[in-house]
């Protein structure tokens, strides 16, 4: 009969600091000071009620009844470590974790969410420091006895990647109470996702990979499906975090079907807007050309012709290490291989007893993972062989013990067996063509499905069409109606989430559910056998596209911020839609998605791929069938290369569809078609573009169209257009007064954006006639609108802006410092018509420095983040603005 307590104790986790170098200084003395250290641990705490559970090198795991008690027993060990004669180059430090909850007791061994939690508490601290989790502080917090008290060390991600946890030091009297920064997620910067579950087993892979790591600068976990690559690759990356101080990353590659959207997905991830021409591969070389930085590539087997992105970031970037998950080694020079095994099981033919059974990984998921979904389960001597049978029945797969552990609300592990037993004897005369473990883990998904009831079922097939997840009222939309999933659909959703099929999806506004790659393609399978594929695809592009086509009026004003996130967060989505259409030659849903995604494309940096897809839509066929559709497909072309400061094709697309918009009769189409049309000819000043567009007299053809129809924002953007064209023309008064019209209207209807650029070419009239004080206020308010709606084609140009305002203030290192992070960020952003402009005007970006000078202060620029150089920027302008306003005396 077991003697450790049981319901809610405390769990002390401790280690000696740099034990690794102590054995290389010390030799063959640390046998005897090891010795030493156990000694005082041992004494120290039994004396204050501690239970030794293991001890493993130089790291104890004890747990107390009392969590007063796990204080006091860790402040003793600290007060005999520091009071004990060590050798000079061999001072023991111990850092100790102390976390309060619940566990399952198995045998002598503790196990769930609350056991991780105390020994990543520990691992967070340095030697000589004690620190406690939330819950232990509560319960100790007025109690502690005269010596001890808590200092608060604020919210903090621990590196098993649960949500933020609040720590606390306990400090003791006589002892140092200043300390580094705890060793937590937050002290690198990273993207690692938050998971809701503990990470159970791996200890050795994860040393091994770790180690790999270092020698290789390309590591590829590898194995099928379910094998918990993903899980792996966060926990390595936590693990390595400290050695990676640029940056440690996570690039999900699941939805990415496209192997050249591979340099895309990582340059988001890493938060690098890709706009204009630019392409991806450039900015992400310069972006990790100098740094430390890990990225951690997950499900890259579709993706493998892909694979030389790897080596070409390598290649430009020394201090770069990339961490792939993939079904399929890469195959590039320089990769080493890491196949990731299955859990490690006991041998059913020999079971060992019921404490020695729990320490096998698979054993301990199963566990874990049952008691979460129901908290009463137990491990016991009889239900013991079923757990390890069910185990080696999945091959020791973590998704399909998980999708196991779920059904534990309705069976017990023996019957969970035989069910298991009968699915896999029905599989292995199925799909033989398939790796037998892969075969596992589909008969696992397949038996799961068959427990399902016809609208759950219904319900997981039609979920399918959905890329990287839906909200509640998208899938309510879709895969409704609610008689044909028989019920309500949040509690089929909740269902599903609930055996493992579906995942709800954390820390967001509104409820969010993700389908499991693997899972999505079983049940996509399902959607093509149930007959009905087609129609539920098309709800689904039907859906998206009235989604974008409702955010259009909202893209401009007060709320462009809110709707172009709504569509950054449904982006795959859009991609799955428009990849549909195109793929069953639907060219008028093409044509309409393009057409109303191009300016979301646009302002959040994803120009390039914009391009690429309208490109492949207007070459469809049945393309030229619908000229309202064709119409909106030219006018996304035409507007993403100009942006791409690509003129000569901008202006072949505009034209178009201002000769197809002529016949249509339609004078709103048309006021908007000769306003695009003239944009190209406006800013292009060749000669050979002003003859073919004509863009003045298009412009003043479009202005009393927009008028007759009450448009004042078409009014607005007009009147900003022929200023635009009076200011390249130089004539600044005329230039004035359009834009100043512009402006008043543009504020009357809170057309933010076009108010914005009108702002932006004011300012620019404004330092050619001198007036510099004008050009402060007009960029500076422009600047916040952008910033406002994270648009950064807008607070690049701006930042350029207001680095010529600088110079002329007569700061002429800082203003070259914020021409060059212009310049810097306009080539990362892609943003081409910020960099035709400036080639324009003839400005380097150095004036007013020597040499030597200026080519400092450039260095310096070309290191500065965007928002570090627009602070910069913003706080020089407004201090020399308000100097210059402040009267004298």
Request: proline residues 5%.
């Amino acid at each position: 009969m077991s003697t450790l307590p049981t319901g809610t104790v405390t769990f002390f986790f401790s280690d000696i600091e740099g034990s690794t170098r102590l054995i290389q200084q010390l030799g063959e003395r640390y046998p005897d000071v090891l010795l030493a250290h156990h000694t005082i641990q041992r004494e120290a705490l039994a004396a204050n009620g501690g239970h030794e559970l293991r001890t493993e090198g130089d790291s104890f795991f004890i747990v107390f009844e009392s969590a007063l008690e796990a204080c006091a027993g860790a402040a003793a060990v600290q007060k005999l470590l520091a009071q004990r004669a060590w050798p000079e180059d061999g001072q023991i430090r111990v850092r100790i974790g102390l976390h309060t909850g619940e566990a399952t007791l198995v045998g002598n061994e503790y196990l769930g969410l609350d056991v991780h939690r105390a020994a990543r508490v520990a691992s967070a601290g340095h030697g000589g420091q004690v620190l406690v989790s939330e819950t232990t502080r509560a319960l100790v917090e007025r109690a502690l006895p005269p010596g001890l008290t808590l200092r608060d060390l604020g919210m903090h991600r621990l590196k098993d990647l649960a949500r933020p946890e609040r720590l606390f030091q306990l400090t003791v009297e006589g002892l140092p109470a200043d300390f580094a920064p705890l060793k937590t997620l937050e002290a690198t910067p990273n993207n690692l996702p938050t998971q809701l579950t503990s990470f159970i087993g791996r200890d050795d892979q994860v040393r091994e990979a770790t180690q790999l790591l270092t020698r290789s600068r390309l590591l590829t976990l590898t194995g099928p499906g379910g094998t918990g690559k993903t899980r792996l690759s966060l926990q390595i990356a936590a693990d390595v975090m400290d050695s990676f101080p640029d940056g440690v990353y996570f690039v999900p590659l699941a939805s990415v079907q496209d192997p050249e959207l591979v340099p895309s997905a990582i340059a988001q991830a890493l938060a690098i807007s890709i706009t204009g021409s630019r392409r991806p591969i450039e900015a992400l070389l310069d972006h990790l050309r100098d740094k430390r930085t890990l990225l951690v590539l997950d499900n890259f087997e579709q993706l493998l012709p892909a694979a030389t992105v790897t080596t070409e970031l390598l290649e430009a970037s020394p201090g770069l290490r990339v961490l792939v998950s993939s079904r399929a080694v890469l195959r590039i020079y320089g990769e080493q291989e890491f196949p990731v095994p299955p859990l490690a099981l006991p041998d059913l033919k020999a079971l060992p007893d019921l404490a020695t059974l729990s320490q096998f990984e698979a054993v301990r998921l199963f566990i874990e993972r049952a008691v979460a979904v129901k908290p009463d389960f137990q491990a016991t001597n009889e239900n013991a062989p079923a757990i390890a049978g069910i185990g080696e029945r999945v091959d020791g797969l973590p998704l399909a013990i998980e999708l196991a552990a779920a059904r534990v609300k309705l069976f017990s592990p023996q019957a969970l067996l035989v069910r298991l037993e009968k699915s896999l004897s029905a599989l292995g005369s199925g799909a033989r063509d398939l790796p037998g473990r892969q075969q596992t883990l589909r008969g696992a998904i397949q038996w799961s499905y068959d427990l399902l009831n016809q609208g759950e079922r219904r319900l997981l097939a039609r979920f399918s069409v959905f890329a990287r997840g839906a909200s509640l009222e998208h899938v309510e939309a879709v895969c409704g109606p609610v008689d044909d999933i028989g019920g309500d659909i949040v509690d089929a959703l909740d269902q599903l989430a609930d055996q493992s099929l579906l995942r709800r999806l954390p820390d967001l506004a509104e409820p969010r559910f993700l389908m499991l790659q693997t899972i999505r393609e079983f049940a996509a399978e399902r959607l093509e056998e149930s007959g009905e594929a087609e129609a539920i695809r098309g709800r689904h592009a039907r859906l998206f596209l009235n989604l974008v086509e409702q955010a259009q009026p909202h893209l401009f004003g007060a709320q462009r911020k809110e709707w172009l996130d709504r569509l950054e967060i449904e982006q795959d989505n859009f991609r799955a839609a428009l990849d549909w259409a195109v793929g069953r030659g639907d060219a008028r849903t093409a044509l309409r998605l393009g057409g109303f995604l191009w300016r979301f494309w646009q302002m959040r940096g994803h120009i390039e791929e914009g391009r690429a897809r309208m490109a492949r839509v207007l070459a469809m066929p049945n393309s030229r069938d619908s000229v309202p559709e064709r119409i909106l497909g030219l006018e996304a072309a035409g507007g993403l290369a100009y942006w791409q400061a690509d003129m000569p094709p901008a202006q072949v697309f505009y034209d178009e569809c201002l000769e197809l918009t002529r016949g249509l009769g339609d004078k709103r189409a048309l006021a908007n078609a000769l306003y695009n049309a003239a944009f190209p000819g406006v800013v292009d000043r060749s000669e050979a573009a002003r003859q073919m567009s004509k863009p003045r007299q298009l412009l003043y053809e479009a202005l009393p169209l927009f008028k007759e129809l009450g448009d004042q924002s078409g009014v607005a953007r007009t009147l900003w257009a022929l200023g635009n064209g009076s200011y390249f023309e130089g004539e600044y008064k005329s230039a004035r007064t359009f834009l100043e019209e512009s402006q008043a209207i543009s504020r009357a209807v809170d057309d933010r954006f076009g108010l914005g650029w009108a702002l932006h070419t004011h300012g620019l009239v404004s330092l050619k006639v001198s007036d510099i004080e004008t050009a402060r206020k007009d960029f500076l308010e422009a600047v916040r609108l952008f910033v406002e709606a994270n648009d950064v084609s807008g607070m690049v140009l701006q930042l350029d802006n207001l680095s010529q305002v600088i110079r002329v203030d007569g700061n002429p290192r800082l203003a070259t410092r914020l021409a060059s992070a212009a310049k810097a960020h306009q080539q990362s952003s892609g943003t081409s018509l910020g960099q035709l402009l400036s080639r324009q005007e003839g400005r380097t970006g150095r004036e007013g420095l020597s040499d030597s000078e200026g080519g400092k202060a450039w260095a310096e620029g070309q290191r500065l983040t965007l928002d570090q150089a627009l602070a910069e920027a913003v706080a020089a302008a407004k201090n020399a603005g308000f100097r210059t306003a402040k009267p004298d005396g």
